[in-house]
């Protein structure tokens, strides 16, 4: 199993909402990321997981909240986001070996986020 | 500040010929190179990869090079396929000493066009 799945593909939230995004993987992966994705722009990083600790937070805004509750799912939550923030969410996992992350990253299909 | 570019934004080429996309980076602490394809309604799929101690790295129809000097890396795509059309970005990865827990800086993207 080379996959990682993410739900929703879509969402639509208004800016009081709260919502969250989930990703899960079985590759055995102890790296796990989000990146976000505006049109025509690169995947830009959020935040790192490894071993299911926050390593890397890339100064992102606290209304978005990971959490990485086991060594297979992550979720992104969501509250009180701005119009902004409407991009492409993607989901990315890795080995971990060696006291390092592997270079070569799994992503997911992405959810489309829509904030109204 | 664009650590990683791809200054072409499309490349069309007939299916049969020769695909070169490429990618120029302006830190000389990057020291690996991968590429990512990107389907519509897709995550990047990782596609090949070279360390900066090597300056080519093949992979069936697929080819990356590296020149260190002049900080440039290109994908070569021989034959190229209407299945290969997709966006395809370039990304590094500063391993600093294990700390970068797998950071990836990503290029804009090329989206490249394969006709029959």
């Known amino acids: 199993d080379t996959e990682v799945t993410q739900t929703p593909k879509h969402l639509v939230m208004g800016m009081t909402n709260k919502k969250s995004l989930k990703c899960e993987q079985h590759?055995?992966?102890?790296?796990m990321y989000w990146y976000k994705q505006k049109a025509k722009k690169p995947p830009e990083l959020m935040f790192v997981y490894s071993y299911e600790k926050l390593s890397i937070n890339e100064s992102v805004p606290s209304r978005f909240s990971p959490e990485c509750p086991n060594s297979s799912l992550l979720n992104l939550h969501l509250h009180a986001l701005q119009p902004e923030d409407s991009a492409l969410y993607l989901c990315?996992?890795?080995?971990?070996?060696?006291?390092?992350?592997?270079?070569?990253?799994?992503f997911g299909p992405g959810t489309r986020l829509t904030v109204t | 500040d664009q650590q990683v570019k791809q200054n072409s934004p499309s490349l069309s080429v007939q299916e049969g010929r020769i695909s070169i996309l490429n990618c120029d980076y302006t830190n000389s602490m990057f020291d690996y190179f991968l590429w990512y394809k990107k389907y519509p309604a897709e995550g990047p799929t990782f596609l090949i990869s070279i360390s900066s101690i090597k300056d080519k790295n093949e992979d069936g129809r697929f080819t990356v090079f590296l020149n260190k000097s002049a900080k440039h890396l290109s994908l070569h795509i021989v034959p190229s396929q209407p299945g290969d059309s997709a966006v395809y970005f370039c990304a590094a990865s500063l391993n600093a000493g294990g700390t970068s827990y797998g950071k990836l800086t990503f290029g804009q993207g090329t989206i490249l066009t394969v006709h029959p």
């Open positions: 590759m055995g992966h102890r790296a």
């Open positions: 990315a996992s890795s080995h971990w070996r060696l006291g390092t992350a592997d270079y070569e990253q799994y």
